[in-house]
């Protein structure tokens, strides 16, 4: 299966859903916080409805799995797995590093991904073992092998905290930068404008799936590898797992 029709559908979506999230972007909108002390607002709400009303029009029979609302069909073979706005905080703070992510999962596997960034017309998609693409052009992974020449991606709500700060000066990278979109971070690392990309979820920070399971298939068709790693030593006491996204070619072994 191509998944043709799939990516056709995903790809009008996520452009219809930036679009609709634009105007809400540096606007007046409502904010509300969900029961895991998150924040949700006006413009995930309509772009939830937007997206699951053009992803269901052509597929009924396929399931929705999203970050603001109930399951639809949550035993389906075929399920989309949507975020509507991946990096809502810094959307609220007026920050442009957001995006728009939809994945099609086979019993729960991605085999069709792509993460949209609105502000810049950035459109990153991948289908299972035909390759990643940005704005149609295809991507890989850097090849910088040493640690320490390397570029390193954290998430900005971490990048000042003790643990982060500790890692950082252990590793010693040539370069340390902070973006608030877990996808967009993945999508860094799959087009080589980083060469890895580290944090951590457990305890009052959970990662959920909507947060990673299409980039991570724009990472590994790009050349990229990912990890959820239980027993790192760089583990800080109140997390419970660490994500790791690299390249093929970097040595990553001092986190295993």
Known sequence: MNYKKELEIAKK???????????????????????????????????????????????????IISEEKSPIKPNAKYKWV?????????FKAGIDEFCITVTLTKNNKPVVAVVYRPVTDELYHAVDNQGA???????????????????????????????????????????VSDMGSTALKFCKVAEGDA???????GNDRNIGAWDYLGPSLILKEAGGLFFKLNNSKHLPENRDYMFLVSTEYLNIDLFM
């Open 13 to 63: 979506a996520v452009k219809s859903a930036g679009e609709l999230v634009l105007r809400y972007f540096n606007s007046d909108y409502e904010t509300k916080i969900k029961q895991d002390d998150t924040s949700v607002t006006t413009a995930d709400i309509e772009s939830n409805k937007l997206l699951e009303s053009i992803l269901l029009k052509d597929f009924t029979d396929y399931g």
């Open 82 to 90: 949507i975020d509507p706005i991946d990096g809502t905080r810094g």
């Open 133 to 175: 693409f940005k704005n149609s052009e295809p991507i890989e992974v850097s090849q910088v092998e040493c640690i320490n020449q390397s570029r390193m991606l954290v998430s900005d709500s971490e990048f000042k905290l003790d643990y982060m700060k500790e890692l950082i000066n252990e590793i010693n990278p040539e370069e």
């Open 195 to 201: 060469d890895f990309y580290i944090t951590f979820g």
